[in-house]
């Protein structure tokens, strides 16, 4: 009877337990396959369940990160969360739903994710006879800092080193050097180094004088993330590379002539209300130092006038057949009659110009032309070989750095260059360094650069030139003036 109670009672707790254990057996821990992709400073989810649904409240649940060192990112036994040795970048970061224990949902709460919480996660439950884990794939995207445009340095080839720098992404993101019309400009290699909190990334390129407003933006793009700045380089800045020669350019120099603004295009009101405020700050801040490099500007302006003014003349014997000098080879303009004159070969035969009788083959030079009455000019230097026999494109190519108001306002470039200056030009001043390949064209009254030819290279002696243009029914009668440069 003893022993038949006894084999019944072993009969019954082996059942129990054969029990217990099929049922343990068809637990399964699940969660998502695909990897989860989480924002930097917001919450996630990790998901994990058992299924089919079960109670966990009474079982182990370890959330850890694999082949870490200091792993543990959450633990829960004996019915309490138990966190003592919880991995530091995780103190305080943790959380389960509570109440969803008892339905077998063990998913951890994870506070402001970091860059660093990118990579592996397993979810461990442990029961008696049982246990089973899953993995978790976390990508953690970071949009970084706003980026930084910073000028670095001139460049010895006449243009200015900018470095965009932007912190804090994940992945890292492209970064685009942009004309004004959002064309790339050639840019070294993007430098790509790691951080904890993400990738910091940064670009140079080096930017020459385009225009009298030179626009650049640096663009940083993270798939649908876009994130830009922009940089304004007013043309002095270039041009003061030019007077800097010899002189370390650092500091508060530096910063000569520029509007540094940074422009985002991001979505939070918040944001956007504190990036107006910062651009309010940057424009003060600009107009602070566009007033000092002003009168910086200014300054070396009337220095370089004093230093380097020279007496030109008119060279008659270069005068083309129509245009007319005065006796002192001071004035010209065009009578625009045919006078019969020699056709020797210095003498200009197809456009109405006249050469100065000064030449440069080294060094600076500087005068002035008073333009005022006149709806047509060209002025400029031209090369001695320049062909004065027969029609030419009127650009560097030809032997010509001119600019000239045909129309409207130009710099004629290879293409000519159309420009739109504030005031209309009374007086012109001719600047000329040789050695750097230099032809700059100031509006004198209100010393603004109109344009500067940066860059040349000069083979021959180089010779001031002028042109009144035309002179249709009276209507550009008025004299180019070569006016004595003042010496204040
Ligand atoms: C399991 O889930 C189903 C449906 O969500 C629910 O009806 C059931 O009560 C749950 N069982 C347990 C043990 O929580
Ligand atoms: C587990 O709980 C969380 C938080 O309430 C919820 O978002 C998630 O959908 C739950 N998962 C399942 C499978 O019920």
């Not at 966190?83 to 949902?105: D, V």
């Not at 004035?331 to 009659?337: G, I, P």
């Not at 603004?448 to 002028?466: A, D, G, H, M, V």
Request: proline residues 5%; glycine residues 6%.
């Amino acid at each position: 009877m003893i022993n038949f109670l006894l084999g019944m009672f072993l009969y019954v707790t082996l059942l129990i337990f054969r029990f217990m254990e099929s049922q343990s057996e068809n637990l399964k821990v699940t969660g998502p396959d695909a990897p989860l992709v989480a924002v930097a400073g917001e919450d996630l989810v990790l998901p994990c369940f058992i299924k089919p649904n079960t109670s966990a409240v009474d079982m182990t649940v370890e959330w850890f990160r694999p082949y870490v060192k200091d792993s543990l990112v959450h633990l829960y036994k004996d019915h309490e969360d138990r966190n003592e040795n919880q991995a530091q970048a995780y103190r305080g970061r943790t959380s389960f739903f509570k109440e969803e224990l008892q339905k077998g949902n063990i998913s951890l709460r994870l506070s402001a994710v970091q860059v660093s919480d990118e990579g592996l996660f397993k979810c461990l439950v442990e029961d008696y006879s049982w246990y089973d884990d899953i993995t978790l794939h976390i990508i953690v995207e970071a949009r970084g800092s706003h980026p930084v445009i910073t000028m670095e340095s001139y460049d010895n080839t006449g243009g200015i080193n900018l470095v965009c720098e932007s912190r804090g992404w994940n992945p890292q993101p492209e970064v685009l050097w942009l004309d004004r019309e959002g064309a790339p400009l050639p840019a070294e290699d993007t430098q790509i180094k790691r951080h904890i909190e993400g990738f910091t990334v940064k670009r140079r390129t080096t930017v020459y004088d385009y225009s009298d407003s030179n626009r650049f933006y640096c663009r940083l793009l993270q798939k649908h993330h876009l994130m830009e700045a922009e940089i304004i380089i007013d043309s002095k800045a270039f041009d003061t590379w030019k007077w800097a020669v010899g002189i370390t350019v650092a500091g508060g120099f530096m910063a000569a002539g520029l509007i540094v603004a940074a422009v985002f295009c991001d979505d939070k009101e918040k944001k956007r209300q504190k990036i107006e405020n910062e651009l309010q700050q940057e424009k003060q801040n600009t107009a602070i130092l566009r007033q000092s490099v002003n009168n910086t500007y200014k300054e070396k302006f009337i220095k370089k006038k004093k230093k380097f003014a020279v007496d030109v003349t008119l060279d008659p014997n270069t005068a083309h057949p129509i245009i007319n000098l005065s006796n002192d080879g001071k004035q010209v303009t065009c009578k625009c009659q045919w006078k019969s004159l020699p056709d020797t070969p210095q003498r200009f035969s197809v456009y109405p110009f006249v050469l100065g009788k000064q030449s440069v083959s080294s060094g600076r030079f500087y005068y002035e032309v008073q333009v005022s009455g006149k709806t047509w000019w060209i002025l400029g230097v031209a090369g001695e070989s320049i062909n004065r026999k027969e029609v030419i494109t009127l650009s560097p190519q030809d032997g010509l750095w001119s600019v000239g108001l045909v129309n409207q306002y130009r710099a004629h470039a290879d293409p000519h260059i159309p420009l739109t200056l504030r005031d209309k030009v009374e007086k012109v001043g001719v600047f000329l360094d040789y050695d750097v390949g230099l032809v700059s064209f100031y509006d004198v009254e209100s010393i603004t650069l109109i344009y500067s030819f940066t860059n040349q290279s000069f083979t021959e002696k180089l010779y001031p030139i002028f042109s009144p243009w035309y002179n249709i029914q009276g209507t550009n009668s008025a004299p180019m003036i070569i006016t004595p440069v003042l010496k204040t």
